[in-house]
């Protein structure tokens, strides 16, 4: 029962997630008049602020991971057993779906869309090693010094890696996946997908390993 | 006496708050020589600020609603009597209305104005139920868990919901009728606003509901 | 000696409030090509983050008031004595004198300007008195729930009133006689000074009185 | 060994600053087709919000300096002995270094390049002087009333600091001398760099210097 309601929180909360990063996205397409800068300005600030808020409402439930390579991690620190980590990503890519179909059916658009936007190439998947990689270091460093904190970093880092990454930070398999189903600011071409997930996975595998190493030697100090 | 304050920062309150949302919206008009988005940006970031510290300064006084469908949501969970939630409606439609009319004369404007901004049709009404399940979300989601954390999540949430939801996320039915009062970024034909209304309170029952299991479950485990 | 050091930090505080908002203001101007919206959207996020991050500083030390209206509310509600209070206001228009000279000099620009900006009108006067009602509202309603945010609140405030507000809110007589000295975005004609400065002390006594009976209450509930 | 682990823990964080400067100052300037002004004020939040993050992260295992300057007035203040402090600064340039190439290799760009934006003049020079005087007020005066707040003022503090300062407030010399290698938005030619770091070291000593004596007054009052 209580396992229903984690799984409904992860599920509401990813698509309010990607509501949120749609739906923004589409605004500033149609606002902006081309000037794709004040675009993304719009989408990242919408989305870090949404995810702070989100993270808020969802963590005290399911730990509002919204994520697949968040929950990985879980899984492999031993916080989360592996049946458990399943049913949390077919819960996440299942609310992500949702998510991108609201966000259209608010915008009056064709619910079901595929993206042609093509994301490909080393520079885009050491872009979303190096997001992924950066995520996983804010969830890991915050939540070790200052867990109440970690919402309001993750929103923040979103932000910022809209901005430093040539990829736009999708930072999440889930999200990569569902933005497929969107012809919009935000989509990204099924073909592309691949790529951005094997990357988004191999950053969080080596945050991981690289913040167990650091900061066990903190502790033993 | 003491009830009289109460409803003083009610007024008070809601009026500052349309102030900030109508003055920021023909500020960001007259600036933005047409682009749409930058006004949108500003009126987006101004309106988030504006609400953290109304919500801080009004809410040790009278909880700081400033919007019906949030005195509805209290009544019905019995933190309010009736007789109360009716009062605190009228004086927020009265401040709501001042506040209006504060932005107007600070912009040097005719006081009264009637807005011809239609905003109509299924993916308007969609986006306010949206928007205003979203702004209970946050609300009990934060008081459940952060209560202090409320005025910024507000404030953050908003922020966001101007971008990700089509009708710009009124979510609040005094700030949809008063905004039928200015000729302006921020106005709505009055025709078009008792379909913004039904849609916020149908988001808002939406969320008391889904958010009383949810957080139920929760408590019992 | 201890009274030299509170008049050294009202004195380097509003220096560097005036350096941020008029270094911010000139480089906005430079940059933005004549988009008036984005160099005021930069202009207001800069006040406003620089805000917070001086009270910071400098508010164990004098309470980092940098701002006539609010030494004089503090005389008022007898929390500095009068000599104690002309002697901060000569301090922080020192100070504020000299910020506006410190921004001049980063960028190149004579030392010594005088603007021609008229600001004048019934309506920049009544935005001057909401903005400066709001400052104080803002001090007061935080102050007394809770402090450790003031200096937060006070930097939202700000940059949501640059955007609400017709006069982008000066809200304080030191700045506002000190930018009459600076012929670039933030500079005032020393002729609009006079009622700039009677409406941000009439506001301010306006929010004195409303926000002592509105608290008065609660206190006695 | 631990002291292995906060070197890396300098090394990483300041790559991953270098990496948040210099790819969203690409990221900007691709996008926002020749306006500046959106171009900075994207790197301005990015930069600002990614400082927060990074703070967090690696603060508990290093003190997450970043920067020769800060390490500089950690050993003046006898935080840090001479030795720890000259591998600091080694880290950080080597971390710094990487950053810039991370940045160029994300947005698929020549790894190696040289700036050719020349920086120079006085104006410039007391920008950098003024900018690096703030950041460490900003550091000495939180870490004293406040150290959980430091990271976000010194996040918010360099967000301003982009836009009042003529020099966009580099105040740290590794980040000087890395940002020198890259042809973009974010670079500076190795001529004026010399320059640069000069007016930084004088900016921080003043700031040890004046907010020595002036807390010193307050603690003994």
Redesign the interface.
């Known amino acids: ?2 396992q ?2 984690r799984f ?2 992860e599920t ?1 909360g990813t698509a ?1 997630l990607l ?6 996205g ?3 397409e149609r ?3 081309g ?16 995810l ?2 989100l993270i ?6 399911s730990g509002a991971h919204f994520n697949p390579a968040v929950t990985m991690m879980a899984a492999i620190r031993r916080e989360l057993p592996l049946a458990g980590a399943i049913a949390y990503i077919a819960a996440q890519l299942a609310g992500a779906v949702a998510g991108v179909w ?2 259209h ?4 658009e064709p619910v079901l869309q595929l993206s042609d936007t093509l994301r490909g ?3 885009q998947g ?2 979303e090693f ?1 997001a992924t990689f ?1 995520l996983i ?2 969830i ?3 939540g ?3 867990p ?2 970690t919402p309001v ?1 993750v ?3 979103i ?2 890696a ?6 736009t930070s999708f930072a999440n398999p889930a999200v990569t996946l569902a933005r497929s189903l969107t012809d919009s600011f935000a989509g990204i071409a099924l073909v592309s997908v691949p790529l951005f997930v094997a990357a988004q996975l191999a950053g969080a595998i080596a945050a991981v390993g ?1 913040f167990s ?3 066990k ?2 502790a ?2």
Do not use: D, K, Q
Not at 19 to 24: K, Q
Not at 56 to 61: K, L, R, W, Y
Not at 162 to 167: E, G, K
């Open positions: 029962m209580t229903a309601r409904a929180a509401v309010l509501a949120v990063v749609v739906g923004s589409i605004m500033g606002l902006a008049g000037n794709v800068a004040i675009a993304l300005l719009a989408n990242s600030i919408a989305t870090g602020a949404g702070v808020v808020h409402i969802f963590g005290p439930v609201i966000a059916a608010m915008f009056g190439g080393p520079a050491f872009s190096v950066g270091a804010t890991l460093g915050t070790r010094s200052l109440g904190f970093a929103g923040l880092y932000t910022a809209y901005w430093f990454t040539a990829s690289f190493w650091l900061f030697a903190e033993a100090r």
